[in-house]
């Protein structure tokens, strides 16, 4: 039987929220947009953390560390919150962010700021995980859509902010208010969820799946460092890489193993005897594949072949973010408004491919103008996607399995990212290699020969021949990565094309005969309200 939760809810036939509920639902916004600002200003201050604390050879671990540990403790925070309770998980993650965001502020060498960082990356493994689970819990799938314009917009606010407000913090007050000003904000929070959120707490029976969650957790850091170190620290057929695929192989087949003996596993399989759940997962792995290469690579583009300024990084993706909000609030309020949205992940699917291949085709003399309209198309596509792709993943699962689906679904997506970047990155510089070779001779070969990827003092300092050799390098590069995101967002088209129109939850009252959301022909109830 479902969980209920002694909420305020939303109203469906008024059309709105009860003020908790929008407190809640602002204290949620804030949390997330502390799990996705924290990179994006973090990135900015790292030249000036190298330069007071040293280890510029450990540098990337700074990164690395984070995106381990939010990963490997993702799924381990969704199950936890299935089983005790949504709300004290949810805010005891926020807690251990906060600690990670103090200590690595207070950091005196680059040992001790890795070690606060993979902290930090603990706590931001719950946070995202919360934020959509308990929407999932206060807010019934149907009615849900309409929220999606909000995250939509966070999600776009610190793409575009984060590195204006890293690099305005960084500059006038220091780069340890780059972690600094996550405590205000997080307390802000954590104040407002513990006085206005009420659900249920639990106490299940079965004892965690200590094993499961160690075989996880060390398949998901086997594949995220061999992502992270391949092609960059180490060959792609290096011996560490290859020990690295081993260790994660068996440890994920050990897993999976596990989780059909465990008697409250950490991601329970029968979740993804759900179609829709399952093509969710793909589709939501090549979303993040896909727009995090496109992040990566178009401020490089637009810097090293427009001459646009580094500082103003994030307003260059201001086409492709403004586009993906747009279409994200349209497709939560059509949901809203039909209970229909099989048509979402199939235009999206179209248009992410179809805009793909169109930044494909840039090369050094396309305008800015262009070059804005490809990346529209692209987040038409994103927008389409991003938020359907959980709407529809919970409304696949009973509510019992709420926290592991919102875990699920959030661990794809960043694991897809990690491919996308790592994929994406190699034939990007393989690329960028082959054609300065072409175009330059030993002093192209010389100039990418530490990376592919210059900054705008070293690009300054190049020669004029050599400069346009390696604009038209940055190019081919980014024509490959393109092509190859167009290629991978194909499979997520195919994906889109199976999913099944099940009505939402929420969505009032079904037919005889009519199929629920889970499957089992029978709506699951929805949080009541005091």
């Not at 996308?420 to 990007?428: D, P, R, T, W």
């Amino acid at each position: 039987m479902a969980d209920t939760a002694a909420v305020d809810t939303v109203d469906p036939e008024a059309g709105k929220q009860p003020r908790s509920v929008r407190v809640v639902l602002l204290a949620l916004m804030i949390t997330m947009m502390l799990a996705m600002l924290d990179n994006m200003i973090v990135g900015t201050a790292m030249p000036t953390i190298v330069g007071e604390l040293g280890g510029l050879e450990h540098l990337s671990w700074v990164v690395t560390a984070y995106t381990l540990a939010t990963a490997a403790s993702t799924p381990l925070w969704g199950k936890l919150g299935d089983m005790y309770g949504r709300k004290g998980v949810f805010m005891s993650s926020i807690v251990l962010f906060l600690i990670g965001s103090a200590l690595s502020g207070m950091a005196q060498d680059m040992g001790q700021l890795i070690g606060f960082r993979a902290v930090q990356g603990l706590g931001a493994g719950g946070l995202m995980v919360g934020v959509m689970a308990i929407i999932g819990d206060l807010i019934p799938p149907r009615e849900r859509g309409r929220y999606q314009g909000m995250m939509a917009g966070v999600m776009a606010l610190a793409m575009i902010g984060g590195p204006l407000v890293g690099g305005t913090i960084t500059d006038h007050w220091g780069w340890r208010w780059a972690f600094y000003i996550n405590l205000p904000l997080g307390v802000v929070a954590l104040t407002a969820i513990s006085v206005v959120l009420h659900l249920p707490k639990k106490r299940a029976q079965a004892r965690i799946d200590y094993l499961g969650a160690g075989l996880l957790t060390v398949g998901i850091t086997a594949i995220v460092l061999v992502t992270t170190w391949g092609g960059t620290e180490y060959a792609w057929t290096s011996a560490r890489i290859m020990e690295l695929i081993g260790i994660g192989v068996a440890a994920l087949i050990g897993f999976l193993f596990w989780q059909t003996k465990a008697a409250e596993p950490v991601v329970p399989l029968h979740i993804f005897r759900s179609r829709n759940f399952t093509l969710m997962s793909i589709i939501g792995f090549i979303t993040g594949f896909v727009m995090f290469g496109a992040t990566l690579f178009l401020p490089l583009y637009q810097q090293s072949v427009q001459g646009a300024s580094a500082t103003n990084s994030g307003l260059l993706l201001l086409p492709m973010l403004g586009a993906m909000l747009v279409t994200s609030m349209i497709a939560g309020r059509v949901t809203t408004n039909t209970g229909k949205y099989k048509v979402f992940p199939v235009v999206g699917s179209v248009l992410m491919v179809v805009g793909l291949y169109l930044l494909s085709l840039m090369d050094a003399d396309t305008s800015r103008l262009t070059s804005g309209v490809y990346m529209a198309v692209v987040g038409l596509g994103m927008g389409c996607l991003m938020q359907i792709t959980m709407l529809v993943a919970q409304n696949s699962v009973e509510m019992k399995d709420m926290g592991v689906a919102s875990s699920s679904t959030t661990l794809f997506r960043t694991l897809g990212s990690s491919f996308g970047v790592a994929i994406m990155g190699a034939l990007f510089n393989h690329r960028v290699q082959d054609v300065m070779t072409e175009r330059a001779g030993a002093l192209g070969s010389k100039v990418t020969e530490q990376s592919a990827q210059l900054d705008a003092a070293s690009l300054a300092k190049l020669p004029v021949a050599a400069r346009e050799a390696y604009q038209h390098a940055v190019s081919a590069g980014t024509h490959s990565a393109f092509l190859l995101g167009a290629a991978v967002a194909v499979v997520a088209l195919a994906a889109a094309v199976f999913v099944k129109e099940v009505p939402l939850k929420g969505a009032g009252p079904q037919k005889a005969g009519e199929e629920s959301a889970d499957g089992t022909g029978v709506s699951a109830p929805v949080a009541e309200a005091v």
